[in-house]
């Protein structure tokens, strides 16, 4: 979907340089002392050039893995049939087409979509798929656990027109608690600085109807949450809030916040709790406006995960931007303004804090557009070179996506011998999920159904992989 697809918009002018304006609020609409020129700003190139191409750092297996389901994703004739077979995996209650049950069915997922996206059905697959990418040179993971319900147009008016859905025991007994100790087993598998995604609507009838109304969770799921905040903290993991549909991302919000208050005070300048934010959302950036404003008032560190948006396909077209590129440059524009803690032309501040410093954040950076990846990179440079401080920040891609991104990413992450001290190195991460491969199918239904939403850039995700499949070929008979 819009989360990470083709080129993104970008605006003219940039700012990479004031942070020490009282208001902290920048004047785009005549250049000054402040501005660059878009060849300082918005480099083309990232800020040094590797040694060897970025897809050389990954093993042959995912090469040709990668190659093969790409080319279907970008296949028109392809594409359609499969997403109708998966939809079908992922929504049908026959024994027979549920991968956890049928055998033949569950080889053939595991070895080719499941292997892709996901990190394993339990712990030692888990860690064996996470030792891997470190090994490669992600400094870590975003690891989720797969289970979530979605709901259609006709779910979310029965949910809304109903009082509670299932009756308390049942619901804790078969939604919560399974919810809860994946979730749990989730922190557990991650490691310190690792990051575990946290999707509410696991949580099931509960989770779904208090959230629709805005209300704070049922004291069975507020023991589960808390449980797994505490047990968090604990390992030095932090927990990311995923975004749900439109219909329950107010309550979604309200919960963060709550969260945020409790857990990001622990520690000055760490974020424990992070909340999602979706930029193809014409109401965000107030949003993010109203958070960063209670941030500061209350004095606890805003974590952001900033992504482009993944529910195109079924939150209301009115509340999206009208062009991609409204949403690229609202996607951008809002990076730039939490990597230097300085409002801008669309993150602007509350009302009540145009005359406040920016409050304390962490960010996640979540997205496959180059261009935007490229740009944060360039002002984070800038800033190491005249060693300014610099946010909290790292750069995340989903598993099986985007690998051209992240492996050049995992290269400018790396310390070169003698390099200067001042060069910034990105760190990069890559978010997957685990769980049983019936478990996942809904998960990867959502990402073929990106990929088909995102044909240009899963082309262009193809073509690299054949490329560098073909450099390998011509390397090993001696033609390069």
């Known amino acids: 979907m819009l989360l990470r697809c083709e080129k993104a918009f970008l605006p003219s002018t940039r700012c990479i340089t004031c942070q020490t304006s009282s208001r902290n609020v920048?004047?785009?609409?005549?250049?000054?002392?402040?501005?660059?020129?878009?060849?300082?700003?918005?480099?083309?190139?990232?800020?040094?050039?590797?040694?060897?191409?970025?897809?050389?750092?990954?093993?042959?297996?995912?090469?040709?893995?990668?190659?093969?389901?790409?080319?279907?994703?970008?296949?028109?004739i392809l594409l359609g049939p499969s997403l109708a077979v998966m939809s079908t995996l992922a929504h049908s209650k026959s024994s027979i087409l549920s991968p956890d049950a049928n055998a033949v069915l569950r080889f053939f997922l595991k070895k080719t979509f499941y292997q892709q996206f996901c990190a394993g059905e339990n712990a030692a697959e888990v860690k064996r798929t996470v030792d891997e990418l470190k090994n490669i040179g992600y400094k870590g993971v975003i690891l989720g656990y797969a289970r979530e319900v979605s709901l259609d147009e006709k779910q979310q008016k029965d949910l809304a027109s109903r009082g509670e859905s299932e009756a308390a025991e049942a619901a804790l007994q078969n939604e919560i608690l399974p919810w809860a100790k994946g979730t749990l087993e989730t922190v557990k598998l991650a490691t310190p600085d690792d990051f575990v995604a946290l999707k509410f609507t696991g949580a099931g009838s509960q989770a779904l109807y208090a959230l629709t109304h805005q209300q704070d969770p049922s004291p069975a799921l507020k023991d589960a949450i808390d449980s797994i905040c505490d047990l968090a903290v604990s390992r030095g993991v932090r927990l990311l809030f995923d975004a749900e549909q439109s219909a329950l991302q107010p309550g979604v919000d309200a919960w963060t916040l709550e969260y945020m208050r409790r857990y990001n005070k622990q520690e000055p300048g760490k974020a424990v709790i992070y909340g999602t934010y979706q930029a193809y959302l014409k109401a965000v950036p107030s949003v993010l406006a109203s958070h960063l404003a209670a941030a500061r008032q209350e004095g606890f560190t805003l974590g952001v995960k900033l992504v482009r948006g993944a529910y195109l396909g079924s939150d209301p077209r009115h509340l999206i931007?009208?062009?991609?590129?409204?949403?690229?440059?609202?996607?951008?524009?809002?990076?730039?303004?939490?990597?230097?803690?300085?409002?801008?032309?669309?993150?602007?501040?509350?009302?009540?804090?145009?005359?406040?410093?920016?409050?304390?954040?962490?960010?996640?950076?979540?997205g496959h557009n180059q261009n935007s990846v490229r740009k944060i990179q360039a002002i984070r440079s800038a800033?190491?070179?005249?060693?300014?401080?610099?946010?909290?920040?790292?750069?995340?891609?989903?598993?099986?996506?985007?690998?051209?991104?992240?492996?050049?990413?995992?290269?400018?992450?790396?310390?070169?011998?003698?390099?200067?001290?001042?060069?910034?190195?990105?760190?990069?991460?890559?978010?997957?999920?685990?769980?049983?491969?019936g478990e996942c199918m809904k998960y990867l239904l959502r990402r073929a159904q990106e990929n088909k939403d995102a044909v240009q850039r899963t082309k262009e995700g193809r073509n690299a992989m054949a490329r560098e499949l073909v450099r390998r070929l011509r390397k090993a008979v001696g033609m390069v």
């Not at 050039?49 to 093969?68: H, N």
């Not at 996506?401 to 290269?411: I, N, P």
């Open 26 to 76: 920048h004047n785009y609409a005549s250049p000054g002392k402040y501005s660059l020129p878009d060849s300082t700003v918005l480099a083309p190139a990232p800020p040094s050039k590797p040694k060897s191409p970025p897809l050389a750092v990954l093993p042959l297996g995912s090469i040709i893995r990668s190659l093969a389901i790409l080319s279907i994703s970008s296949s028109t």
């Open 321 to 366: 931007h009208d062009t991609k590129a409204d949403t690229d440059r609202a996607y951008d524009s809002i990076a730039e303004s939490l990597a230097l803690r300085s409002y801008g032309p669309i993150l602007q501040p509350a009302a009540s804090e145009t005359d406040q410093e920016f409050p304390s954040v962490n960010v996640v950076l979540a």
């Open 383 to 437: 800033q190491a070179a005249k060693g300014e401080p610099q946010i909290n920040l790292v750069y995340a891609q989903l598993q099986g996506m985007a690998d051209d991104v992240s492996c050049e990413l995992v290269q400018a992450g790396k310390v070169t011998e003698g390099e200067k001290t001042q060069v910034y190195r990105p760190q990069a991460y890559k978010y997957l999920v685990w769980g049983t491969t």
